[in-house]
């Protein structure tokens, strides 16, 4: 089946600690998106990339990193420098200027 | 950066009633997507329309582009439509990036 997956489901960090979130897509996609909801709250992009070896800052990427080494892989880490981290992040792919389509996301708490 | 709003807020609505959710937009846009969100977060792609009308079983889209607003129309609604609606459109300005409205939270009860 094609689809994006995220992992873990569920994570709890403690205060210090970085993490990464997981986010894998069989769709043959080029281009991936990193989003953060906060309750009630619509999508933030945090960072995107149109192509292996090349990303870009969306409006909220202070304190997170990605990386894009393999078309399939996007992964995000929240670093320590990331001031309130609790939240929902939600991993999308697309074509070209096409339409994005989101994995089932990752529930970060900060202990 | 394009702003987007979304009306109403709230909705609650009893089984087998229609609705209107609208999507104000303040820029043009490349693409205008919908978004239904479920109780456990995952966000299913209900229709991809920057302009334009779309059908879909009991929901129903349209993008007025040169207006700036879309629609999307849920007819005899059931209780497994609740949940969050978004708009979120992606703006002429070269590079994508979808910019979400804060949604309509329907509750349709039986």
């Known amino acids: 089946d094609g689809g994006i997956t995220q992992s873990p489901k569920y994570l709890f960090r403690k205060e210090g600690q970085n993490v990464t979130l997981s986010c894998e897509q069989n769709?043959?996609?080029?281009?991936m998106y990193w989003y953060r909801q906060d309750p009630g709250q619509g999508l933030r992009l945090i960072y995107y990339s149109q192509i292996v070896n090349d990303f870009q800052k969306g409006d909220i990427a202070e304190g997170y990193s990605v990386s894009r080494e393999k078309k399939e892989s996007f992964p995000l880490t929240v670093t320590s420098a990331q001031k309130n981290p609790t939240a929902f992040y939600l991993c999308?792919?697309?074509?070209?200027?096409?339409?994005?389509?989101f994995g089932p996301g990752t529930r970060l708490t900060v202990l | 950066g394009i702003q987007v709003e979304q009306s109403p807020p709230d909705l609650i609505l009893q089984e087998g009633a229609n609705s209107t959710l609208r999507c104000n937009f303040s820029d043009s846009v490349n693409n205008l997507q919908w978004f239904h969100q479920n109780p456990w977060g995952q966000l299913i792609n209900l229709f991809y329309?920057?302009?334009g009308t779309k059908q879909n079983g009991r929901l129903s889209a349209t993008t007025v582009a040169t207006e700036r607003y879309s629609l999307l129309y849920i007819s005899s609604s059931q209780t497994t439509d609740s949940g969050v609606y978004f708009c979120?459109?992606?703006?002429?300005?070269?590079?994508?990036?979808?910019?979400f409205g804060t949604g309509t939270r329907l509750l349709v009860s039986p």
């Open positions: 329309i920057p302009s």
């Open positions: 979120a459109v992606e703006a002429n300005t070269g590079f994508q990036k979808l910019v």
């Open positions: 769709l043959n996609h080029d281009a």
């Open positions: 999308a792919s697309s074509v070209e200027l096409g339409e994005q389509f």
